[in-house]
């Protein structure tokens, strides 16, 4: 239930800080809600990776999707990349912002207790 909750807080503040501040608000998201939900260090990555891969990625396509793919068609060409894997790799640079952000969070809480390796 404690890792749910905190997956959900971090959706919800990376959502709330993506209307005000730059890519780097996942950042502090993922870093506040391990600062409030105690989780082990690998958890507290992997929830911060997998919520914000979620929320970049859904953004991307909806964004691609409302747009008719024209920027994503560009910046594949400039790129080489196709649309799709344009969409990937945002969601999983995001991904990995998030998860940094969650795990510099849980580090300066602390150590876990030893139960909650899981």
């Given at each position: 239930?404690?890792?749910?909750?905190?997956?959900?807080?971090?959706?919800?503040?990376?959502?709330?800080?993506?209307?005000?501040?730059?890519?780097?608000?996942?950042?502090?998201?993922?870093?506040?809600?391990?600062?409030?939900?105690?989780?082990?260090y690998?958890?507290?990555?992997?929830?911060?990776?997998?919520?914000?891969?979620?929320?970049?990625?859904?953004?991307?396509?909806?964004?691609?999707?409302?747009t008719?793919?024209?920027?994503?068609?560009?910046?594949?060409?400039?790129?080489?990349?196709?649309?799709?894997?344009?969409?990937?790799?945002?969601?999983?640079?995001?991904?990995?912002?998030?998860?940094?952000?969650?795990?510099?969070?849980?580090?300066?809480?602390?150590?876990?207790?030893?139960?909650?390796?899981?």
């Amino acid at each position: 239930m404690q890792h749910f909750l905190k997956f959900l807080l971090i959706l919800i503040l990376a959502w709330l800080s993506s209307l005000i501040v730059p890519f780097w608000g996942v950042a502090v998201a993922g870093f506040v809600a391990s600062l409030i939900v105690r989780s082990s260090y690998l958890s507290s990555f992997l929830i911060g990776f997998i919520a914000i891969f979620i929320l970049w990625g859904s953004m991307a396509f909806y964004i691609d999707t409302e747009t008719s793919s024209i920027l994503t068609d560009r910046v594949g060409a400039i790129l080489t990349v196709d649309p799709p894997i344009l969409i990937l790799i945002t969601a999983l640079l995001g991904g990995l912002t998030g998860g940094l952000g969650s795990l510099s969070g849980s580090l300066v809480r602390g150590k876990p207790p030893s139960e909650e390796y899981y």
